[in-house]
């Protein structure tokens, strides 16, 4: 058993906490903001029973998560720290700074940004070896993948550890061999969305269209064959072809996207303002969120 200690209680916080619990670890878990951690305990029993844990289990593994008053008290508890606080790379030095003189220097920590370079990340540290990027899918409970990289100061045997606790977790773990911005899934991810809205300014089809076809054709296909092997199963030379009358035609946009500007300045942000690129009346939200716990575990009961 590993006692990890969470900064962070926020979505992915409090998520990874259940993902630890359910393997049979403890995590503390700190927040600044008093009321997110309050909430703590009943966001950690509605993740647990989103994963269809039996009933019994549920308060076993809701009793491995606890909430922890400041970072010295995290920081005397935990064989691994996990940060999971706001994605700016101001409040990560903050919290990094503030974390290191109440640790020990050879205990473990795992930054979970998603698009910050770990290097960066370091800088605020005393050691700044221990730091891993251990990039986790929300929701971390349910989604199996998590990402690790090295920053350019990371120590090998503290990437080495990362990758063993996460694998022996139950996680399906790649390491990559360098820091880049947005691991490998956000890169490949935000490709395709940068794609999808450059179609929708284009005027080629509506939002939901896109997710038709990704639902419907390319996601399907991805979860049982992913694009490199498919490179290889239609053949190099198609693949080749494919991209030579292609790639010109795609979008390699890095500062215009008028769609989302539209939106935004008529303060359609999505889900939280109740309209963006989809409406979000009564009920849609919970209805997303069941989908996607429903689908992902469909996914990972089907054959392999
Ligand atoms: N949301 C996702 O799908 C996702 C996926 C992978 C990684 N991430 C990354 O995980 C991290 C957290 O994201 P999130 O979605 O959970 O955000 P969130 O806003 O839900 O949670 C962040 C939490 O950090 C807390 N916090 C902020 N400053 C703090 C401080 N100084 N001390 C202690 N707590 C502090 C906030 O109160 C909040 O509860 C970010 O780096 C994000 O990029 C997010």
């Not at 926020?10 to 998520?15: K, Y």
């Not at 049979?24 to 509605?46: I, K, Q, W, Y």
């Not at 940004?113 to 990027?133: C, N, Q, Y």
Request: charged share 20%; aromatic share 4%; net charge negative.
């Amino acid at each position: 058993m590993t006692r990890f200690g969470i900064i962070g209680g926020g979505l992915m916080g409090h998520g990874i906490a259940v993902a630890l619990a359910q393997a049979g670890h403890r995590a503390g878990v700190f927040d600044n903001d008093p009321a997110t951690l309050a909430s703590l305990g009943e966001r950690v029993g509605s993740a647990v029973r989103r994963t269809a844990t039996a009933g019994a289990r549920v308060a076993a593994i809701g009793d491995r998560v606890s909430a922890v008053d400041s970072l010295a008290e995290l920081a005397k508890q935990a064989d691994v720290v996990i940060e999971a606080v706001s994605e700016r790379l101001a409040v990560k030095h903050d919290v990094l700074a503030s974390l290191e003189p109440h640790l020990a220097p050879d205990t473990p920590v795992w930054t979970n940004t998603s698009v910050l370079s770990i290097s960066e990340v370091a800088r605020a540290m005393l050691h700044p070896r221990r730091l891993v990027g251990v990039h986790w899918w929300n929701p971390p409970y349910l989604i199996p993948l998590v990402e690790i990289a090295p920053g350019a100061e990371t120590g090998p045997d503290f990437a080495d550890h990362a990758h063993g606790l996460l694998t022996e977790l139950g996680k399906t773990t790649v390491r990559l061999h360098r820091d880049v911005p947005g691991f490998i899934g956000n890169r490949l991810q935000f490709a395709l969305v940068r794609e999808a809205l450059h179609l929708l300014a284009e005027g080629v089809c509506e939002p939901g269209t896109i997710d038709t076809v990704v639902r419907a054709g390319v996601g399907l296909r991805w979860t049982a064959v992913g694009p490199m092997e498919n490179a290889d199963y239609i053949g190099l030379d198609l693949t080749r072809a494919i991209l030579g009358s292609l790639a010109s035609t795609l979008s390699t946009e890095s500062h215009e996207f008028p769609v989302l500007d539209r939106l935004l300045a008529q303060e359609r942000t999505g889900r939280a303002g109740g309209r963006g690129l989809f409406d979000w009346g009564a009920g849609r939200a919970e209805e997303v969120a069941a989908r996607l716990a429903a689908g992902i575990r469909h996914n990972l009961s089907g054959p392999a």
